[in-house]
């Protein structure tokens, strides 16, 4: 008698399966809303386009130690005891308000910015006697970012660096 309440079971879970499908036959019909698929902008080159000599006299670093590149970005870090580092950031499908609310949580000072009809933003923070100073470029669905961290250099400002790399990479955009 056992075997009743199992087949009973069993086709329960059959029914039920079958029911919460709410697949109605028609596989044409939609699905919900399809994945958003970001846009490519332009192509913003190997370390936005901006040569190591080029970075180092904008940058006003006396001599580079490193030089780190990938895929999406390059970091350039001075020689010497609380060194001066320079770096560049390209983002794909990455929307530069989540960049924005990142570098704020870090309570760094943002404004926006618009550098040759492109809107973005522009941060700078000190901490621990060194400044920080971003800017951030959007390009549609994707933002490029120049950054320096470490300045000491007297009589230059830190992120007058930055804008002038940000700048410079926008000149040469494809």
């Known amino acids: 008698m056992?075997?009743?309440?199992?087949?009973?079971?069993?086709?329960?879970?059959?029914?039920?399966?079958g029911c919460g499908s709410g697949d109605s036959g028609d596989a044409s019909g939609?699905?919900?809303?399809?994945?958003?698929?970001?846009?490519?902008?332009?192509?913003?080159?190997?370390?936005?386009?901006?040569?190591d000599d080029e970075v180092r006299s904008i940058a006003g670093l006396?001599?580079?130690?490193?030089?780190?590149?990938?895929?999406?970005?390059?970091n350039w870090q001075s020689a010497g005891l609380d060194s001066a580092v320079v770096t560049f950031a390209s983002y794909r499908g990455s929307p530069i308000e989540r960049e924005r609310a990142w570098v704020e949580?870090?309570?760094?000072?943002?404004?926006s910015i618009t550098l040759r009809g492109r809107t973005g933003f522009q941060s700078h923070g000190?901490?621990?006697?060194?400044?920080?100073?971003?800017?951030?470029?959007?390009?549609?669905?994707?933002?490029?970012e120049w950054s320096?961290?470490?300045?000491?250099?007297?009589?230059?400002?830190?992120?007058?660096?930055a804008?002038?790399?940000?700048?410079?990479t926008l000149e040469r955009l494809r």
Do not use: M
Request: charged content about 20%; aromatic content about 8%; hydrophobic content about 40%.
């Open 148 to 161: 320096t961290f470490g300045y000491t250099v007297a009589g230059r400002e830190p992120c007058a660096a």
């Open 105 to 111: 949580s870090k309570d760094r000072v943002t404004e």
């Open 62 to 74: 006396s001599q580079v130690s490193a030089v780190f590149r990938n895929a999406v970005g390059c």
């Open 126 to 144: 000190s901490s621990l006697g060194t400044t920080t100073c971003d800017y951030a470029i959007s390009l549609g669905d994707d933002f490029f």
């Open 2 to 17: 056992r075997f009743k309440p199992a087949v009973a079971v069993g086709l329960a879970c059959v029914a039920l399966a």
């Open 30 to 51: 939609p699905r919900g809303n399809p994945p958003k698929v970001a846009a490519l902008g332009p192509f913003v080159g190997e370390c936005g386009h901006v040569s």
């Open 163 to 168: 804008e002038q790399l940000a700048e410079l």
